[in-house]
T-cell receptor
Framework: GIQVEQSPPDLILQEGANSTLRCNFS?????LQWFHQNPWGQLINLFY???GTKQNGRLSATTVATERYSLLYISSSQTTDSGVYFC???????????FGQGTTLQVKP | KAGVTQTPRYLIKTRGQQVTLSCSPI?????VSWYQQTPGQGLQFLFE???????NKGNFPGRFSGRQFSNSRSEMNVSTLELGDSALYLC????????????FGPGTRLTVL
């Protein structure tokens, strides 16, 4: 099956810093989504981005499907950005979202 | 519009018992997927339902089952609980299918003693 690898596994930032999270996948996909899981376990959808670039406030994401990776950018990080960031992909027509292992982000005040 | 709701939020069971978890999707969404999250295995796909039919299934034993009702609400059942079934169980809804943006509920945290 498809492999999804996220890097780095852990990241500690000072408030106000910028960061880039990476998601590599081993096969072509027709669906890629980024999620943020808060400390209470709630998964929030950040981006639906099978290809191209999207921006939402301080967050932006880019997926280069031909090279099988996606990047999530967080600018001017805040303590509320802390949590685990997951990317998830659906391999063509499988009907299953496969999640990476996540990047755990801690933003210190 | 109300989000995805899951009940109960917390559950403690003993080995050998069975458990039923419930998920109500966002109004108008017809696809409901279930995931198991554990520290060791991460987030793993259990199954997906659409129009009361299981459309996709992950690699879990037959002790894990589910169903969907005509109002799109879904339940999952785990029989003969094992210690390893302790996990956060998350459901997600999408308008039509997994390829649509997925919205997750808050999860049910199951502890098996």
């Amino acid at each position: 099956g498809i492999q999804v690898e996220q890097s780095p596994p852990d990241l500690i930032l000072q408030e106000g810093a910028n960061s880039t999270l990476r998601c590599n996948f081993s096969d072509s996909v027709n669906n890629l989504q980024w999620f943020h899981q808060n400390p209470w376990g709630q998964l929030i959808n950040l981006f639906y981005i099978p290809s191209g670039t999207k921006q939402n406030g301080r967050l932006s994401a880019t997926t280069v499907a031909t090279e099988r990776y996606s990047l999530l950018y967080i600018s001017s990080s805040q303590t509320t950005d802390s949590g685990v960031y997951f990317c998830a992909v659906e391999q063509s027509n499988t009907g299953k979202l496969i999640f990476g292992q996540g990047t755990t982000l801690q933003v210190k005040p | 519009k109300a989000g995805v709701t899951q009940t109960p939020r917390y559950l403690i069971k003993t080995r050998g018992q069975q458990v039923t978890l419930s998920c109500s999707p966002i109004s108008g969404h017809r696809s409901v997927s279930w995931y198991q999250q554990t520290p060791g295995q991460g987030l793993q796909f259990l199954f997906e339902y659409f129009s009361e039919t299981q459309r996709n299934k992950g690699n879990f034993p037959g002790r894990f089952s589910g169903r969907q009702f005509s109002n799109s609400r879904s339940e999952m059942n785990v029989s003969t609980l094992e210690l390893g079934d302790s996990a956060l169980y998350l459901c997600a809804s999408g308008r039509w299918e997994v390829s649509d943006t997925q919205y997750f509920g808050p999860g049910t945290r199951l502890t098996v003693l």
